[in-house]
């Protein structure tokens, strides 16, 4: 795995929040602590759909009245999914469309509960990392972040159904969205979307993250969804199910850890690439083993326009 500079160990007053918590899993020692690990059997919900043959369509806030929030459905499938814990170094962005970074010092942002104080303290840490760790990159866009909690109420839940966050089309929306002046020059270069996710109350215990090695998805297990904003359209990517698909995680992921997640890479679409398809798959899903009782997770994704070389 790739690794960055080890933490220095912190005086528990001085821990933000999430460090507090992740502490405290580390010194309770009752049944509710247990993490599940390893390889095991899960339920993914994949993409059905529309029964009318419709475009598939959800709208991102508040639907308009009589419309639905979304048209198209799911249905459960069973799938293997491999732990890559220790493993890590094998997987890479250009192969599989995911990799892992660990022993990450603690963020500047204390609690991510303000979305300001998250731009201004969290957003530079998340540049420096890509750059630091993508090869070749020049330039990083961070478009926005999402904060997910497993609360009752919480505005935001892991999502439970295997998608991908962009296609080729909402991908070069995005660059003319967010940097219309440079967009014709970057776009003849390469660009991605990159989403780095981490937990905030690690180590993860309930509702991990899934993702899909984009090495074994097909072109055709990719079906657009209109993503509807109130002032645009968008659009992401539901997925049909593919047995070949090869489904992994990350057991207990820590707080000192982040996931590059590759939700589009213009290289992947070159003749000849080494990039295997540049889009991953992913989901919150149920483990089986989860005890009665365990904490919910909580996390954060911010997503990228990545450019270069």
Request: proline letters at 8%; aromatic letters at 8%.
């Amino acid at each position: 795995m790739t690794t960055a500079q080890p933490l220095q160990a912190t005086a528990a007053h001085n821990l933000s929040q999430s460090a507090r918590t992740e502490a405290a899993y580390q010194t309770n020692g009752n049944s509710n602590s247990f993490i599940p690990r390893g390889d095991t059997t899960v339920t993914l919900n994949y993409f059905r759909p529309p029964e009318d043959g419709s475009v598939p369509f959800n709208f991102v806030e508040q639907p308009p009245e009589g419309q639905p929030q979304r048209n198209f459905g799911n249905f459960d499938v069973q799938v293997p999914i491999h732990d890559i814990r220790g493993e890590e170094s094998q997987y890479t962005l250009d192969k599989d469309a995911f990799k892992v970074v660990s022993y990450l010092p603690e963020s500047a942002e204390r609690d991510f509960v303000d979305d300001e104080s998250i731009k201004k303290n969290y957003y530079p840490e998340v540049e420096k990392l890509i750059l630091d760790h993508v090869p070749g990159t020049n330039k990083v866009f961070i478009f926005d972040h999402t904060i997910r909690r497993s609360t009752a109420g919480a505005p935001r839940a892991p999502v439970t159904r295997v998608h991908i966050d962009q296609t080729v089309k909402s991908a070069t929306q995005r660059v003319h969205h967010h940097l219309p002046k440079e967009a014709e020059k970057l776009l003849q270069g390469r660009y991605r979307i990159i989403n780095i996710w981490r937990p905030l109350n690690g180590p993860v215990q309930a509702n991990p993250l899934g993702f899909a090695s984009s090495s074994t998805l097909r072109d055709e297990d990719l079906i657009p969804v209109e993503h509807r904003y109130p002032d645009r359209t968008g659009e992401t990517a539901g997925i049909r199910y593919n047995p070949g698909q090869k489904w992994h995680y990350l057991s207990g992921m820590k707080n000192n850890e982040r996931l590059f997640l590759e939700c589009f890479d213009s290289e992947a679409r070159k003749p000849g690439t080494k990039v295997l398809g540049g889009r991953v798959p992913h989901t919150a899903f149920q483990d089986p083993r989860t005890p009665e009782g365990a904490v919910g997770r909580e996390s954060i994704e911010a997503r990228a326009l990545v450019f270069g070389p």
